[in-house]
């Protein structure tokens, strides 16, 4: 049976274009912060900086996933994208803890903060870290590795308008502790943003039901087929965020001719496709064998061969 595979792969030309624009920000980032003694925009700078390595890490992920599968790797490297996308999220609330220690520490001592080049640099970024989302939207839309690195620039673009507004509050009244607390709201908001994406990325690895998919109406949706009785061994999983897989055993009232189990077992996946967009089926058919009847079970007893 043949499987239509859809791959959303940016083109090498704007992700260079992010990883470019996203070294000149963090450079910038890095001098003004150091010149004005602002940490919010120090954690800016080093958010920018995971930004770079975000994006290395999802070019080289969109690559692997595009080499041919081998005898030794069956599969390939489908999940790359998978495992990039675990890699951006963790390492985007790494971050944000260190962020959080930092603050309380210029809570407790607070710096003087120079205004002018953080409303400069701060604007510089958003204006920046803006293009860099546009230029990768659409293959977000389409990818869990390219969604990851997306959160990574608009995360920035965010955090850079909280230190904007950091900065204009300390112009406007001197409130140099409010760039510590901004740090902070920064912090917490880069792992409220990244959690989803950590658990997403996890499930698929772990090989989780995907939550679009009811097992219960799966089971329902197959014995559908008369000529089923039971369907057991199920199991329902992704390879990657577009990949659906499921396989399970089916159980027949009657040893039928194969040519009929082949028709019935075309209806089944068909079924599946259309109604759980399952990419991949493999469907075992079974008649009088001895095997666990529950639909979710872990291991089969022994099988004996039918003698006829």
């Keep these: 049976m043949n499987h239509a595979h859809h791959h959303h792969t940016p083109t090498g030309s704007r992700l260079g274009a992010t990883i470019a624009i996203n070294v000149v920000i963090t450079v910038a980032q890095v001098v003004g912060g150091l010149v004005s003694g602002s940490l919010a925009l120090l954690s800016d700078a080093l958010h920018n900086a995971s930004d770079v390595v975000a994006l290395i890490i999802s070019a080289i992920a969109e690559k692997l996933i595009t080499r041919t599968s081998t005898p030794e790797k069956t599969f390939g490297y489908r999940r790359a994208g998978v495992v990039a996308a675990m890699i951006n999220s963790v390492t985007l609330m790494a971050i944000a803890l260190l962020l959080i220690k930092e603050a309380v520490t210029r809570l407790i001592h607070p710096v003087d903060v120079s205004p002018g080049p953080v409303i400069l640099l701060a604007i510089l970024s958003i204006a920046l870290n803006g293009l860099c989302v546009l230029l990768l939207k659409e293959e977000a839309e389409g990818s869990l590795n390219i969604r990851s690195a997306s959160l990574h620039l608009f995360t920035d673009m965010v955090t850079s308008v909280a230190v904007l507004a950091g900065g204009v509050a300390v112009a406007l009244f001197g409130v140099h502790r409010l760039d510590s607390l901004l740090s902070m709201g920064i912090a917490l908001y880069l792992i409220y943003a990244s959690w989803g994406l950590v ?110």
């Design 199 to 308: 658990i997403q990325s996890l499930s698929v690895l772990m090989q989780f039901t995907p939550p679009s998919v009811d097992v219960s109406k799966v089971e329902e949706a197959m014995l559908e087929e008369k000529a089923v009785r039971n369907i057991h061994h199920l199991h329902v999983w992704q390879l990657t965020d577009n990949d659906i897989h499921l396989e399970a055993h089916v159980d027949f009232h009657e040893d039928l001719p194969l040519s009929r189990v082949g028709d019935t077992l075309a209806g089944i996946e068909a079924r599946l496709r259309n109604r759980f967009h399952v990419t991949h089926v493999l469907l075992q058919p079974e008649f009088e064998v001895c095997d666990d009847t529950d639909l979710i079970a872990d291991a089969a007893c022994r099988r004996e061969p039918h003698d006829h």
